[in-house]
């Protein structure tokens, strides 16, 4: 009985050697497949390839934009996102305007923790709210093409239908890359925006909103604000877009 007892507990013994050093392994492969691919900005849910292809396109040309400027008295940053595209083998960075507190030489383009230079201020319009600024490649992000990746005048009507799906990536509150999905749910007077139910804070401003197809149609606005018996309440699930339609991007072809 005794030689039984030794046994059994010589082969439980083993058995939690075994498990322990088998745990062990797979920790340390989890650890490696969190720094190698979880991470990696094209990890992206199992979904119709089409809306792979739109989450795709929409977190691997994310950028975040960081402009210095004053406020009052006071010297600041401000920060903001914004969508990385190509134009005649030039890099240029779509954003809001108003997320740009100093000019081009006040501004730094981020991704993964590594800052490139603004080149050139191409445009900025601060009534449609948008700004075009050209910078070096960027290594860690993929550009999407601006005549490929955004929707033909004939199409752009279906672009843009009642609550058709759509996703865009930002770095609300100074996070991120975060990638946000949402549906259309209305337009503004004469079209000037859009509206779609989804989420925003500070910082989402600029961020490029891409349709299930993986076109860029507009870009973050703001979020809403409402009135009510106390207030302004802020509306955090109704983003407002500025639709492609109203960008002007002559100033690239000259």
């Known amino acids: 009985m005794e030689s039984f007892?030794?046994?059994?507990?010589?082969?439980?013994?083993?058995?939690?050697?075994t498990v322990s050093v088998g745990y062990l392994a797979h920790q340390s492969a989890?650890?490696?497949?969190?720094?190698?691919?979880?991470?990696?900005?094209?990890?992206?849910?199992?979904?119709?390839?089409?809306?792979?292809?739109?989450?795709?396109?929409?977190?691997?040309?994310?950028?975040?934009?960081?402009?210095?400027?004053?406020?009052?008295?006071?010297?600041?940053?401000?920060?903001?996102?914004?969508?990385?595209?190509?134009?005649?083998?030039?890099?240029f960075i779509l954003t809001a305007a108003h997320g740009l507190a100093g000019g081009c030489e006040n501004t730094k383009i981020v991704a993964d923790q590594v800052a490139y230079e603004c080149i050139e201020m191409v445009t900025i319009d601060p009534n449609i709210d948008y700004a075009i600024l050209r910078v070096h490649p960027i290594l860690e992000r993929l550009p999407i093409d601006i005549i490929k990746n955004t929707p033909r005048s004939s199409k752009l009507h279906r672009s843009m239908t009642l609550l058709s799906e759509v996703?865009?990536?930002?770095?609300?509150?100074?996070?991120?890359?975060?990638t946000f999905d949402g549906r259309i749910v209305g337009y503004g007077p004469d079209n000037d925006y859009l509206y779609i139910h989804s989420y925003a804070w500070s910082g989402s401003s600029g961020a490029g909103v891409?349709?299930?197809?993986?076109?860029?149609?507009?870009h973050i606005l703001a979020i809403s604000v409402a009135h009510s018996e106390h207030g302004y309440d802020v509306m955090e699930d109704l983003v407002i877009v500025v639709p492609i339609n109203k960008i002007d991007f002559s100033a690239l072809f000259e």
């Open 5 to 17: 007892l030794k046994k059994l507990c010589s082969f439980v013994f083993a058995i939690s050697f």
């Open 30 to 91: 989890l650890k490696n497949i969190e720094n190698k691919k979880i991470l990696q900005q094209t990890n992206v849910s199992v979904l119709k390839v089409s809306h792979q292809k739109a989450i795709t396109r929409s977190s691997t040309s994310a950028v975040q934009v960081l402009s210095m400027g004053m406020f009052g008295e006071e010297r600041a940053i401000s920060a903001s996102s914004g969508t990385y595209f190509s134009y005649d083998g030039r890099g």
């Open 167 to 178: 996703y865009y990536t930002g770095h609300p509150q100074m996070l991120g890359p975060l």
């Open 210 to 218: 891409f349709n299930a197809k993986g076109n860029l149609i507009g």
